[in-house]
């Protein structure tokens, strides 16, 4: 959400909802960026790349057995404590009369169910932080790379993105991205965005098909490039009988 909010960063969920696993209409995370979102976010300082495979590496080669049995032990104090927790919720939900404001009678159920522990009061799932001030997730000592893409594209791309817009792949009608004024939840796109090459040439039926295009369903046509002298980015847009 603080990508979406604060930096009009949308992407895209590829990941199963775990309460619904059985569909793909409604996904969850992990959240999938095309590489001009990420190169934007590299180059603001809001994210950095990290070699996932390699961390995962080194990490497990640095942990020593003194992490091993903090992680061992926090284990045991979370499985404790949630048992107890577990327990204490059954209560509330089985004895919620006037029964229970007499403590002896409480202490008295709380030892019955002690003396009466299942394998099944114990929850599955259990969250198990470690002691260790090493992180996986820590600051790399090397800093993103370079993030492979496309000067013109993402130099179009940041120049209305900076702008405010909200970008997302435009294939679904036949452009590079899709340009909306707000959050593409709440309204429809404005503009279907194509980027060319600075010096490349395109004929007239491509002008008046993009504007045709772009008039029937509503929105404007939008072409652009990038000065790679002046690394600015130059925007036009097309519209057909007065559409716009």
Not at 60 to 74: H, M, Q, R
Not at 122 to 140: D, F, G, H, Q
Not at 225 to 234: E, Y
Request: hydrophobic fraction near 35%; charged fraction near 20%; include cysteine.
């Amino acid at each position: 959400m603080q990508l979406r909010l604060e930096h009009h960063i949308c992407g895209f969920f590829v990941g199963t909802l775990p309460q619904a696993p059985q569909q793909n209409i409604f996904l969850g995370l992990p959240l999938e960026l095309i590489p001009e979102e990420v190169a934007w976010l590299v180059d603001q300082g809001h994210a950095y790349i990290v070699d996932d495979k390699l961390r995962h590496q080194l990490y497990i080669e640095n942990v020593t057995p003194k992490d091993v049995l903090s992680i061992k032990e926090k284990r045991i104090t979370d499985i404790k404590r949630q048992n107890i927790e577990y327990k204490q919720n059954l209560l509330e939900k089985e004895f919620s009369t006037s029964f229970l404001k007499d403590s002896s009678n409480l202490d008295s159920i709380v030892s019955s169910l002690d003396n009466n522990d299942t394998e099944d009061d114990i929850p599955r799932n259990i969250i198990v932080p470690t002691k260790s001030k090493k992180s996986l997730y820590a600051m790399p000592i090397e800093l993103s790379p370079k993030v492979k893409v496309d000067p013109s594209r993402y130099s179009v791309w940041k120049y209305l993105h900076d702008k405010g817009y909200y970008m997302t792949p435009g294939l679904k009608f036949g452009a590079h991205y899709l340009a909306y004024p707000g959050d593409p939840l709440k309204y429809h796109s404005h503009f279907l965005v194509n980027v060319m090459q600075w010096e490349q040439e395109f004929s007239i039926i491509n002008i008046v098909g993009g504007g045709r295009l772009g008039t029937n369903v509503k929105k404007a046509w939008v072409i652009g490039a990038n000065n790679p002298n002046t690394n600015i980015a130059h925007v036009f847009t097309v519209e057909w009988t007065g559409f716009g």
